[in-house]
């Protein structure tokens, strides 16, 4: 069982910045693509970015384009979503999630059903 853990939400500004990291508990995070995903108030669940286990492939909603970069750092064993240019529309819950994979398949996932491991979430607002 992988337990993933957000952190890095907050109140910010229109146009403002944030950092969202994603970290297992008790396990390295090396072979696992990991996605974002956000929640708004009344909404569905989208899909926001993801990452494959290596780090050298990428993919965005096109909403999020040039303005996210999802990346991680395998050493530090951390996912990290960094959020520039943020708008009120951005507000939602950001919860990240991983699915284990091997060594040869190093693709990224954007179907929440594709992904094994869900974290809490972490609440990011924008204000106008």
């Known amino acids: 069982q992988v337990q993933l853990v957000e952190s890095g939400g907050g109140l910010v500004q229109d146009g403002g910045s944030l950092r969202l990291s994603c970290a297992p508990s008790?396990?390295?995070?090396?072979?696992?693509?990991v996605g974002w995903f956000r929640q708004a108030p009344g909404k569905e669940r989208e899909f926001v970015a993801a990452i494959n286990w290596s780090g050298s492939a990428t993919y965005y909603v096109d909403l999020v384009k040039g303005r996210f970069t999802i990346f991680r750092d395998n050493a530090k064993n951390t996912v990290y979503l960094q959020m520039n240019s943020l708008k009120p529309e951005d507000t939602a819950v950001y919860c990240c999630a991983a699915k284990g994979t091997v060594f040869s398949d190093n693709s990224y996932h954007t179907k929440s059903s594709e992904y094994s491991y869900w974290g809490q979430g972490t609440q990011v607002t924008v204000s106008s």
């Open positions: 008790g396990r390295t995070f090396s072979r696992y693509a």
